[in-house]
């Protein structure tokens, strides 16, 4: 995923397979169509130009050109393993022509000022610590009336994570720099985004994830230890037990964002 702080490849082919067990085909995030359409709702993505920060395996590339009408999609990431299966993907629904993938590296993104109609992403700003960084060069590179537009993994407050939260990123083992809904407030307003809505979605994930612990400890266990192994399957089971108890505090928020570049 596309990173201003950090660069490495944590998505392996096996949890990439893990999480397309839990979460369907080419999602690495939770949701599917219905949270993308939900998190996009009243911003119109027919005919525009979209640049989809950390697009995984792009599965929300596909859904942003086949089902809301993106004219080109512009995935970035930083891992090689994600990007290769982004491309093989394309080629195979042919969507080349809609869809391309770039390697891009911590820092300033690459694209000059007003290339896109839409800046998108889908749960892969948790993994960027510097938000005030990234929102400046996000409206940057925004044309004028141009949308910000995400969902992201939020934490409820500023200041240090609780031991819960703590032992919760810890068994993630990926690069998390959460913030706060305040934080993300205060990135957006200072980069000059106007329009801003954020939009808690900690109780629909928090249903959401008890269903999917439930079908990883029933119907998929099977399958999924029978491809991925069962120490790999039962250390993800025991990252979403640890995932719910801090969903139940309120701590780990699920949240859609959006800002406007008037």
């Known amino acids: 995923m596309a990173d201003h702080g950090a660069s490495g490849e944590l998505y392996s082919g096996e949890l990439i397979g893990m ?10 995030s939770p949701g599917g169509p219905e949270e993308v359409a ?17 697009c995984g395996v792009g599965g929300v590339d596909f859904l942003l050109c086949e089902t809301h009408g993106a004219r080109y999609v512009t995935g970035i990431d930083v891992e090689d393993t994600v990007l290769t299966t982004a491309r093989q993907r394309a080629e195979a629904k042919g969507l080349s022509d809609r869809c391309g993938f770039v390697k891009v590296w911590p820092g300033p993104l690459p694209f000059p000022p007003e290339s896109f109609d839409i800046v998108f992403s889908k749960d892969a700003v948790v993994h960027i610590p510097d938000k005030h960084s990234l929102m400046r060069d996000a409206f940057r590179i925004l044309k004028p009336g141009g949308w910000f537009v995400a969902s992201d993994w939020l934490i409820g407050h500023d200041g240090d994570p609780s031991p819960e939260m703590k032992t ?21 307003e200072e980069a000059g985004f106007r329009n801003i809505g ?33 120490e790999f399957v039962d250390h ?7 995932m719910l108890v801090v969903l139940d505090t309120g701590e780990h928020c699920p949240t859609h964002l959006r800002g406007q570049r008037l």
């Open 38 to 54: 939900t998190a996009i709702k009243g911003i119109s993505f027919a005919g525009k130009t979209v640049l989809d920060i950390g």
């Open 198 to 230: 954020i939009v808690n979605r900690n109780g629909w994930y928090r249903e959401t994830a008890r269903q999917e612990l439930a079908r990883m400890e029933g119907p998929l266990y099977g399958p999924a230890v029978r491809r991925l192994g069962k």
């Open 168 to 188: 919760y990123i810890a068994a993630e083992g990926l690069d998390f720099g959460m913030a706060s809904p305040k934080r993300y407030r205060a990135a957006l």
């Open 19 to 28: 999480l397309e067990f839990v979460w369907g085909e080419g999602w690495l």
């Open 236 to 242: 993800n089971i025991d990252i979403w037990r640890k």
